[in-house]
C-alpha cells in the first residue's frame, strides 16, 4: 500500500517506526519494516491467503499491526482490524467495505493540505482501527516519516521523549492538552497567571497581537510543554471555539478536518498555510470529492452559506455495508454516487471581498442529533456541549430534551453557574433548563462513548433512562 519497496530503497536506512512498549522495544528502519511485511506476507500466503479474502485483524495500536495489516494488503486481501479487546456487541457492528483504491486516493491526496518532510516524527495515538488514523499514517510513512506508537497511559511521556512534528488525533485529544495547560498556569506565579489568562480572555485581539509578542511571557514555555513541534492534525469532527482561539494563541498549527469510517474517512480539511487555515471551519474539499449542500427533506441544493444536509461524492466514497444493502441503499438515497453523510453544515459564499473563507466547509451539527423541541426550534446539541465542556468542572454534558420547551442535560460533575456561564449568549430556546448529575463518567468501555471520545446518545438514553425521565419532567 505504502510502496515499501521504493521506500527501502530511497531511504533504507532511515528509521521508520519506533515501538517503544513492545517487549522488547522495537525500532525498525524502513528495510527492515519492508522484510518484516514480506517475511508475514509469505507466511500467509503459505496459509492460503489470496486476493479478495477477508482477514479479521484483532490488534492494539504496534508496529506488529502495521507489518500484518500491510502483508494482508501486499496479498490482494482486506482486513477487517478491531482492537484486542473489543466487547463482542462491537464484533456484530455494521462493516464498511473501502477498497485498496479508497486508500490510495487518500494516500496520494493528503499532500494538498500537509508536506511533512523525510525522517521528521509523528506520534501514533488513535487505534489502528480508526481510519483517520490509518489513513494518515500511511501518508505519513510514504513521506518518510518516523512513526511512534504510543498508548493513551503512556501518552504523557512519549510526548517528551519523542516530540512530533506533526500530530494525528481528535478533538478530545487537543481538550485533555487544554485542560492540562490550565492546570500548568494554575500552578504559575500570581503574576504569569494574571497575565496568561488576560491574554486568553482577550482571544482573537491577542492572536493578532501574538505576532509580536511571540515567544514572551509564559507562552513560549508552555508552548514547548506541549511537546509537539511543527502540526496537529485533527479529525472527527468540528473544534470547539476555545480550542481553536487557544492553539492559534500558542502559533501551534491545527488542520482540522471532516470525514467519515464510509469516505476513508478525509473529505475535507484545513491547509497549513495562514490564510487557508481558517477556523470555525473543516476547510476545504480534498481533490477529486465534491461536497453538495441540500434540503434534508427535498435534498435539493440550497443557496451556498445556507445550511443543509452535506452530501459528498469521490473516489474516496465506500463502496458500501458488508452485506447490507437495504443500509446502502438509504446511505446513498440521494443517487448518482452521491453519499449522505449526515451532517448539517454550510459552504462559505465565493467572491466575497477580503473573505478567505470561499468554499470552505462549516459543520453545524448532526441530522440526526438534532433535539426538536415543541416550539419547533431545531437545537444542534453538539455546540452547545462543547462550549459546556470548556469548564474544568463539567466532565460530560449531553443534552435532551425533544418534543420538550426547553433543553435538559445529563451532567458528570457540575457547577449550575457554569451551565448558565456557558449559554448566557445563546437563544432562550438553546438554555439549559434543568439537569441531573451523573454518578459516574461517561465511558468507551461502557459503550457510553465511541473510540473518538463522542457521546453515543441512543445508549447515553438507554442507560440513563430513569435519569433522563427525572430532567424531562422538570422541562414540563
Same mark, same amino acid.
Given at each position: ?36 511485511? =514480506? ?7 503459505? /496459509? ?25 494488503? %501486499? ?23 473501502? !477498497? ?51 498508548? =493513551? ?35 504559575? *506565579? ?47 469532527? *468540528? ?9 492559534? !494563541? ?23 498555510? !495562514? ?52 443500509? !446502502? ?40 442529533? %438534532? ?22 468542572? =463539567? ?40 439537569? %441531573? ?11 457510553? /462513548? ?27
Amino acid at each position: 500500500m505504502c510502496r515499501w519497496a521504493s521506500l527501502a530503497d530511497a531511504h533504507g536506512d532511515k528509521l521508520a517506526a519506533i515501538d517503544p512498549h513492545q517487549s522488547p522495544a522495537t525500532k525498525l528502519t524502513f528495510l527492515e519494516l519492508e522484510s518484516q511485511i =514480506i517475511q508475514f506476507a509469505a507466511g500467509l500466503r503459505a /496459509l492460503s491467503l489470496k486476493p479478495g479474502d477477508k482477514v479479521a485483524l484483532f490488534s492494539e495500536n504496534s508496529s506488529r499491526w502495521l507489518v500484518a495489516d500491510q502483508a494482508v494488503m %501486499t496479498l490482494g486481501a482486506a482486513d477487517a482490524v478491531r482492537g484486542a479487546s473489543s466487547p463482542a456487541e462491537e464484533m456484530a457492528y455494521i462493516g464498511v467495505m473501502l !477498497t485498496h483504491g479508497n486508500l490510495k486516493y487518500q494516500m496520494d491526496n493528503l499532500s494538498f493540505f500537509l508536506k511533512p518532510k523525510p525522517g521528521e516524527r509523528s506520534l501514533s495515538l488513535l487505534p489502528p482501527w480508526h481510519i483517520y488514523e490509518r489513513s494518515c499514517g500511511y501518508y505519513l510513512f510514504s513521506r518518510a516519516c518516523t512513526q511512534v506508537y504510543t498508548n =493513551i497511559r503512556k501518552f504523557r511521556e512519549d510526548l517528551s521523549a519523542y516530540p512530533p512534528h506533526h500530530f494525528v488525533c481528535v478533538p478530545m485529544v487537543l481538550d485533555t492538552l487544554y485542560g492540562r495547560v490550565q492546570q500548568q498556569i494554575k500552578k504559575s *506565579s500570581l503574576v504569569k497567571r494574571t497575565i496568561a489568562r488576560l491574554f486568553f480572555a482577550i482571544g482573537a485581539a491577542y492572536i493578532r497581537a501574538r505576532r509580536i509578542l511571540d515567544g514572551v511571557l509564559v507562552f513560549g514555555k508552555i508552548r514547548a510543554a506541549l511537546g509537539i513541534m511543527s502540526t496537529v492534525i485533527s479529525g472527527g469532527g *468540528s473544534l470547539a471555539r476555545h480550542l481553536d482561539d487557544f492553539y492559534e !494563541t500558542l502559533a501551534l498549527p491545527v488542520l482540522n478536518g471532516w470525514g467519515l469510517t464510509e469516505t476513508s474517512p478525509v473529505l475535507s480539511c484545513r491547509r497549513d498555510a !495562514t490564510r487557508e487555515n481558517v477556523r470555525g471551519s473543516v476547510g476545504l474539499p480534498i481533490p477529486g470529492t465534491v461536497v453538495r449542500v441540500v434540503d434534508p427533506e427535498t435534498l435539493r441544493p440550497v443557496p451556498e452559506g445556507q445550511q443543509g444536509l452535506l452530501l459528498a461524492k469521490g473516489p474516496g466514497v465506500m463502496k458500501g455495508y458488508f452485506n447490507d444493502e437495504a443500509a !446502502t441503499a438509504k446511505a446513498f438515497v440521494a443517487g448518482d454516487g452521491w453519499f449522505d453523510t449526515g451532517d448539517l453544515g454550510w459552504r462559505a459564499p465565493t467572491g466575497v471581498a477580503g473573505s478567505n473563507m470561499a468554499g470552505h466547509i462549516v459543520l453545524t451539527g448532526r441530522a440526526k442529533d %438534532t433535539i426538536v423541541l415543541s416550539s419547533g426550534e431545531n437545537v444542534e446539541p453538539a455546540p452547545i456541549e462543547d462550549a459546556c465542556a470548556v469548564s474544568p468542572f =463539567i466532565q460530560h454534558l449531553v443534552l435532551v430534551g425533544q418534543d420538550h420547551r426547553m433543553l435538559g442535560a445529563l451532567v458528570r460533575a457540575v457547577i449550575r453557574a457554569e451551565i448558565n456561564k456557558a449559554c448566557a449568549s445563546r437563544p432562550h430556546f438553546e438554555r439549559v433548563a434543568a439537569f %441531573t448529575v451523573l454518578q459516574e463518567p461517561l465511558s468507551v468501555e461502557g459503550g457510553t /462513548l465511541t473510540r473518538t471520545f463522542k457521546p453515543r446518545r441512543p445508549a447515553i438514553h438507554a442507560k440513563y433512562a430513569r435519569e433522563v425521565a427525572d430532567v424531562l419532567s422538570k422541562l414540563r
